[in-house]
């Protein structure tokens, strides 16, 4: 699924690198802890939060994660959405909860990340 | 990658310097990517860096990373002063952390970034005495 129909899944706003929206995307992380977004994820996942701060992008940029979605209403400040950018990390934004974005793209096909922690 | 010839970065870390912490390991991961040596293990390496730049930052009075870049491996060492690790053993097993809650609330200290360390990396050795400081060591091969 392309990056641009998780926007229309999720009634979410893109806060930044609308250049990268066309990106596919394989598998879904839902959490607030980067420690296991950096032990669980593989390269094709996006990452949906409600942490808003520096250390998110630089897990994603670290893992290679597609893009970052953050739930519940949350934004990012400019510091933090200039970093994607220059990361070509694409940011969306959701009012709907982490529970309900994780069950949107769920129903439409999208899987969870292995939980083992393998490396590909 | 041409040439036999390692590159060799190296980083001062500041202990609880959270808005800086990462540039050290997404600097390596630059220079990686400018050699061409592949995604995947560009993703270890930048993993493993990563989290022990983040504990280093976390849990230190401050360090220091060095990374050496080979044509066939890399490798990464941290050496940071204090207060060291009492029980290693206890250390990496996961969920085990004794990070603050603050550290939590940016989505860290949840006691999973020693093991990810060693199952990122070939070679992890880890060393640390407490009152003095913890060293580790990994090697990444390409």
Known sequence: MKLIEVQNLLDAEVVGGSEWIGREVVTVFGADLMSDVLAFTNESTLLLTGLTNIQVIRTAEMSDLVGIVFVRGKRPGPEVIELASSKKIPLLATKHSLYESCGRLYQQGLKSCPLIGELP | ?142
């Open chain 2, 1 to 142: 990658m041409s040439g036999k010839q390692e590159i060799i970065l190296e980083f001062t870390l500041k202990a609880s310097c959270f808005d800086s912490a990462g540039e050290a390991s997404s600097k390596v991961k630059r220079v990686l990517q400018q050699i061409g040596v592949r995604a995947d293990i560009i993703r270890r390496i930048a993993i493993s860096a990563y989290e022990a730049e983040m504990n280093v930052i976390i849990h230190s009075l401050g360090g220091i990373m060095r990374a050496v870049i080979y044509f066939d491996h890399a490798e990464l060492l941290f050496e940071d002063q204090g207060p060291g690790i009492g029980d290693v053993k206890l250390a990496m097993q996961e969920g085990f952390s004794t990070a603050s809650d603050s550290v939590r609330q940016m989505g860290f200290g949840a006691g999973m970034g020693l093991p990810n360390m060693a199952r990122c990396a070939d070679v992890f050795d880890i060393q640390s005495e407490v009152g003095i400081g913890t060293k580790i060591r990994m090697i990444i091969y390409y």
